[in-house]
């Protein structure tokens, strides 16, 4: 069994920045999209984007690729 306190130790400094930066932009990129697949009521987009963690890769091909095609219609109250 690997000595999980043993492996950190011997991790590089700049290994945790890198995993903070990485975390902060997935996050971004991930509500850009959920917020935009729920706004378009695309439900199955939702629910892979939840699901599926790339990084923010997948989350930009859906905002740039697939939410253009698409539009939100608002309905102004009287």
Do not use: C, Q
Not at 15 to 22: D, G, K, N, T
Not at 56 to 67: H, K, N, Q, R, T
């Amino acid at each position: 069994m690997i000595n999980i306190i043993s492996t950190l130790d011997t991790l590089p400094v700049w290994a945790p920045v890198l995993l903070v930066l990485l975390v902060l932009w997935s996050t971004v990129w991930k509500g850009l999209a959920l917020w935009k697949s729920a706004r378009l009521s695309h439900k199955k987009w939702f629910i892979i984007l939840l699901v599926v963690n790339t990084v923010g890769i997948l989350e930009i091909i859906y905002i740039y690729f697939v939410a253009k095609k698409y539009s939100v219609e608002t309905v102004e109250g009287k």
